[in-house]
């Protein structure tokens, strides 16, 4: 297996499309406007993600393998990895595609940055429901960065009307009874990871498809399955959008094993996907509005103390971006001037995990920006807060499952300040150590 960290002596710059890189950088400038890495030249940015390497010894460099996945073209790609090939096919229902292109039909780069962005854009306009959405891309960046990119069959994914199929070389490294619950990441592509979490888009926090699952639980959909094929070297995720029961055929899941290599561009239907800088401008301009898909800020965060002892971290450096995090600290006074004993509350109760039966749709839905959104501003996280009391009161354990932020950070950032305000109240006012606590919204503010 080759590893992502690879340098590619004779690959240098022209082998890059620099429409990617200017795609990449200017999500990443979005992401981080004050990180010094912005004013670096071409090379020494991608030196500096991951995507550049140097060899000490000799003084030579050249693109890694990292690099050369998401930033180069596909022919340029399959000088090196000649198994490399992607795919996304969608059906109605019959043997017709009704809309399918690939890595190798030449009308865009074929690299693994842009295939992301042209499906998440697939996905979010023919998913309506925000939660939805954000699975199945969490579902796609889980396969694209765990993908063993030197196996046979390619990566690829097929959309039929009740379910979606994610299919890509190379096996699981954690057991397969053990992914929808575990909390280790094992990374066959960590320079690949880092590349995707600089963006905010993945993290290393193995807790991924735990999420997946749970939301799908929410929606009462059939839990998602895992597939391994052995003889294939192949590792197949299914996603039903539907509440019954359905088993995927072993003939529509040896499609994914038989019918990728030698596609070549004679295809049907396919839709030609042009990536200009048009196209790239669009795409990270509508991560600005309230239905962006990024990860919430402090979640990354929260899981970069890990990420930082990988030896690929961008955190060791002088220009570590977590510097600065968080200013809205500095904004919220503390609440126990108020209630002394408050943020004594019992760390018993915040320790119990959240019964999902208990969170319905509307609710998880109400709190679906706080949890895709890379940054939040206080007055848009006050707003959902308040949204959410109206449904029903809420326990500091539900708002942090609900929003994915950390209880501390919900209650010293936001409750507080919203008490303070009268626009919230406690259930139990003159109890703040109940371990029922909860809090309601203030219907007496609104007469005000």
């Known amino acids: 297996m080759l590893q992502d960290n690879l340098i590619l002596e004779h690959y240098g710059l022209n082998e890059l499309n620099f429409d990617t890189i200017k ?6 400038a979005e992401v981080k406007p004050a990180h010094p890495w912005n004013a670096l030249e071409t090379k020494e940015f991608l030196y500096k993600v991951g995507a550049w390497g140097k060899v000490r010894d000799t003084h030579k460099e050249g693109v890694t393998l990292a690099g050369l996945l998401l930033f180069s073209e596909e022919r340029i790609i399959t000088e090196v990895l000649p198994q490399y090939f992607l795919e996304y096919r969608e059906s109605k229902g019959n043997e017709e595609w009704t809309e399918r292109f690939t890595s190798q039909d030449g009308t865009w780069s074929g690299n693994i940055f842009d295939f992301y962005f042209h499906i998440h854009e697939i996905v ?3 998913e309506p429901q925000p939660s939805i959405a954000s699975s199945l891309t969490e579902v796609l960046i889980n396969m694209l960065i765990h993908a063993d990119y030197n196996g046979e069959g390619g990566v690829i994914l097929e959309k039929q009307p009740s379910y979606y199929v994610f299919s890509n070389p190379g096996l699981l490294l954690v057991p397969s009874d053990s992914v929808f619950s575990n909390t280790v990441s094992q990374l066959r592509n960590p320079n690949i990871v880092k590349l995707f979490s600089l963006l905010g888009l993945c993290e290393r926090s193995g807790s991924g498809l735990k999420k997946v699952k749970q939301n799908w639980s929410l929606h009462h959909y059939k839990t998602p399955a895992i597939d391994q094929d052995a003889s294939m070297h192949r590792t197949v995720v299914t996603l039903s959008l539907s509440t019954q029961e359905r088993q995927v055929s072993s003939s529509e899941k040896d499609t ?20 200009t800088p048009k196209n790239n401008v669009e795409i990270n301009s509508y991560n600005k509005n309230d239905n962006s898909y990024n990860k919430g800020d402090e979640e990354l965060i929260e899981e970069l103390e890990s990420y930082n002892n990988d030896e690929n ?3 060791k450096g002088e220009n570590c971006y977590n510097s600065g995090y968080n200013p809205y ?4 006074d503390s609440y126990n001037n108020i209630y002394n004993s408050y943020n004594k509350e019992p ?4 320790s119990n995990s959240v019964n999902v039966e208990d969170i319905d749709t509307k609710l998880w ?8 959104k890379k940054r939040l501003s206080p007055n848009q996280m006050e707003h959902i807060i308040l949204e959410l009391c109206k449904e029903k009161p809420l326990m500091l354990k539900e708002f942090a499952y609900l929003l994915e932020r950390t209880p501390d950070g919900v209650r010293n950032n936001y409750l507080t300040k919203l008490l303070r305000k009268g626009q919230l109240q406690l259930k139990y006012p003159n109890q703040p150590n109940h371990p029922k606590q909860a809090y309601l919204f203030n219907k007496k503010d609104i007469e005000k």
């Open 347 to 350: 760390k018993d109760d915040l």
């Open 313 to 315: 971290s961008c955190n």
């Open 23 to 28: 795609s990449y950088r200017d999500r990443f």
């Open 256 to 275: 994914y094993n038989t019918s990728i290599t030698g596609s070549g561009n004679n295809f049907k239907g396919v839709e030609k996907y042009q990536n």
């Open 124 to 126: 979010r306009n023919s």
């Open 329 to 332: 600290n500095k904004e919220v």
């Open 365 to 372: 839905d109400i709190a679906a920006l706080a949890r895709e």
